[in-house]
């Protein structure tokens, strides 16, 4: 399978201005790891049409999956429908399956605020997912999730089979040495294995170990190697332990 | 004093990844609030020279203060001093007061690993702060600070002095209404109130309120007009408690 590639855009004002902090994008990046695709941005914009649109258009061309989070409930301020459908050219339309589904579940008037949660930007597809209630609007590479936590990760998690890539295998060293003392050993793994993800992450204050080191690859083998070569570079003296 | 507006790039691989939860732009979001700062846009990028330099380049432009957070260490992956440079059209120059300091610093042989930590952008300042071991290094107007949190924080605290510009004033009303039932009241007083910074944050399944609205503004008394008028089209049956 050719790799796959995303990106997330998060929209909303309460992330910027720091009522919120933001917690959809750390679990999408898990979860788009874990799935063994390549998450290469992360943006958060405010709840601007115009803002939101510029930024669809780039990831929409860039990308192979986009992911949008908030912006998407019936006030003022929900402005990523019209956002969306301005970065690909597009109209907003009333989505009749969505419409009809409102009208259902609303037991009194239905009023305009209801009526805008079944706006889509025109074309847009209805992904029903087993035990998730409102069902996901994607358009194009772009899958459109809510800024509430809890629907945003039931949403996601259920689309998660439709983007199953090859897993990236993933083994760790720690080390008691600093990251000056090891640099010279993880230039030489990255000149030898030069398609390697290799990172090293220190940690201050830490009684155990100084620095993190993540060695990783598509190629389980290829990974393997490293992590043999880098050990053996580091010496048994710097190594705290593997996993 | 001129509205300030800011943009914050986070360099990391380990963040895009999943590995590592980002902390420093929730950090600096709330602190830049708390100074009065417009918070514009957050970018997560790789550790890719061409990348950071580009996003640098368009915040460099488009923002009057840009921070960056990540990458700035001895390792192969610390590609911040190169990529910013890159986007400002400059070189990366050896500072010699940095690296006096870190002669004086390191007890034993000083490596190359070590005097990449005095590699910055031509042209580039270094602030002292009290308290703050290692000097932050601005150039044009990018701050330049490091992944680690703790270091961030205490460096991003310090210079908050010299950013600080007219505070937000905020107040707050609880409803016990969903979003679909307050909207038109919530419509009603951006109309009127056109410069207002409105938020509505639906909590799911919390027994107190269903949904937290923020009134905000630079203008007190402007605030406090629209938070009185928003408060009668609500009805005293819709509101929860105030703050």
Do not use: C
């Amino acid at each position: 399978m050719a790799e796959r590639t995303a990106g997330i855009i998060v929209i909303g004002n309460e992330i910027l201005s720091g009522k919120v902090t933001d917690a959809n994008s750390p679990f999408m990046a898990e979860g788009l790891r874990a799935a063994g695709v390549e998450l290469r941005r992360i943006v958060t914009i405010p709840d601007e049409v115009d803002l939101i649109a510029q930024a669809v258009r780039s990831f929409h061309e860039s990308y192979d999956l986009v992911f949008t989070s908030g912006g998407v409930g019936p006030t003022h301020d929900d402005v990523t429908m019209e956002g969306i459908a301005g970065g690909l050219d597009r109209k907003v339309v009333v989505d009749p399956a969505l419409e009809a589904g409102i009208r259902r579940h609303i037991k009194g008037e239905v009023n305009a605020a209801h009526l805008k949660m079944a706006e889509v930007p025109e074309g847009a597809v209805l992904i029903h997912d087993e035990g998730v209630g409102f069902p996901t609007i994607q358009v194009e590479n772009i899958y459109i999730l809510p800024g509430i936590p809890e629907i945003l990760r039931k949403k996601f998690d259920a689309l998660r089979v439709r983007f199953q890539a090859d897993p990236y295998h993933l083994k760790i060293i720690y080390t008691r040495w600093n990251e000056s003392e090891i640099a010279g050993a993880l230039n030489q793994t990255m000149s030898e294995f030069p398609e390697l993800l290799l990172g090293s992450y220190p940690k201050i204050d830490n009684p155990e170990y100084r620095v993190k080191l993540t060695v990783e690859s598509k190629d389980e083998a290829y990974a393997k190697r490293a992590f043999d070569r880098l050990l053996a570079l580091l010496t048994e003296a710097a190594v705290v332990r593997t996993e």
